[in-house]
């Protein structure tokens, strides 16, 4: 048999490749819940597999001339943006003993990783079922660690619908709230900042506005506040989830600090539910920082099961420099 060899992923290889994703994940059905795209039906696999060509760097791994596994990635096309995303159709492999598997991942991304950093893109990010322990374990080994998780729970549930705080009450937002919501948004960020989530506060914040300003008008979304005397202390959207079937998805959800643990978040989350009922949504969910000791109890305490993990690798971009031609002598 002859050694793998890792090549430039060459659109003769689609066909197979969308066939080993689809068996990549034909039997994560147990694991995955109602909703989640399925990437086992081969059409599927075909579809997003086309989707992703083109639209950053991809490697193949083949043996005997025959295509064994592959992994893509998508890179920002903005100039001064460094980041690089392997979404879940952009790899699958055969399905071998547990030790080639492992090394044809790391084979892999040897590769691309490669090809990221000589394009400038030193922020990797990779999505991994969370029911597929395995290969998280790799990705694990290979220097990335858990950055975001995406929960999900059934429309209904045990749960009795929670009444509102005693002077609070909950209604759709309107245009004379958009002053006020975004202050919320804007203190979430500056939550976001502080130890251990540590993440810089955005920038530019035109695309927060921009996205409340499109809720208010978007009769396909949900956009709640919470009030009490006049002062808003929490809003909630959710929406139709874009890559999950039967799902709806909750983008921004905020309660001001001074009303955290007072039942306005579980107020705010349980009306999501009823509405994604009504809507004929299967399962509803949301996506939050690991790092996020709030949010991560909060949401697993609302019911929202991982399905799907992002794990991030920052790479120092001082790398750059480091080439073999240069003289390390005087380190010594």
């Not at 989640?36 to 005997?64: C, F, M, N, T």
């Amino acid at each position: 048999m002859r050694s793998l060899e890792i090549v430039p992923f060459e659109s003769g290889f689609a066909e197979r490749a969308a066939l080993l994703l689809a068996e990549a994940h034909a039997d994560g059905g147990a694991g995955r819940p109602a909703g989640v795209l399925d990437l086992a039906d081969p059409g599927v696999a075909r579809r997003l597999v086309a989707e992703w060509q083109g639209s950053g760097p991809a490697v193949a791994a083949v043996r005997d001339g025959r295509l064994t596994g592959f992994m893509a990635a998508t890179v920002s096309r903005l100039p001064g943006e460094q980041w690089a995303r392997i979404r879940l159709p952009q790899y699958a492999c055969e399905r071998h003993e547990r030790n080639e598997r492992r090394a044809t991942w790391r084979s892999l991304y040897a590769a691309l990783s490669g090809r990221l950093a000589g394009i400038g893109a030193y922020d990797h990010a990779v999505e991994v079922p969370a029911y597929d322990r395995e290969t998280v374990s790799c990705f694990f080994e290979l220097g990335f660690g858990i950055d975001q998780v995406r929960g999900f729970r059934p429309v209904t549930g045990p749960e009795t619908p929670p009444e509102p705080p005693q002077g609070t009450r909950l209604r759709a937002a309107g245009t004379g709230d958009l002053a006020g919501m975004f202050e919320l948004a804007v203190e979430l960020q500056r939550f976001h900042t502080a130890a251990p989530v540590l993440r810089p506060a955005l920038s530019d914040l035109r695309p927060i506005r921009e996205a409340l300003s499109a809720a208010l008008t978007d009769d396909a979304q949900l956009l709640l506040v919470a009030e009490e005397d006049g002062r808003l202390t929490g809003l909630v959207q959710a929406a139709a989830d874009a890559r999950h079937v039967g799902a709806a998805t909750i983008g921004l959800a905020v309660v001001a600090a001074a009303s955290r643990s007072t039942g306005v978040g579980t107020a705010l989350v349980t009306a999501v539910g009823e509405w994604a009922a009504g809507r004929g949504f299967d399962t509803y969910g949301a996506e939050w920082s690991s790092a996020n000791q709030v949010s991560d109890a909060f949401w697993r305490g609302r019911g929202m099961v991982p399905a799907r993990f992002k794990l991030r690798r920052l790479i120092d971009s001082r790398v750059a420099w480091a080439e073999e031609r240069l003289d390390y002598g005087h380190f010594g």
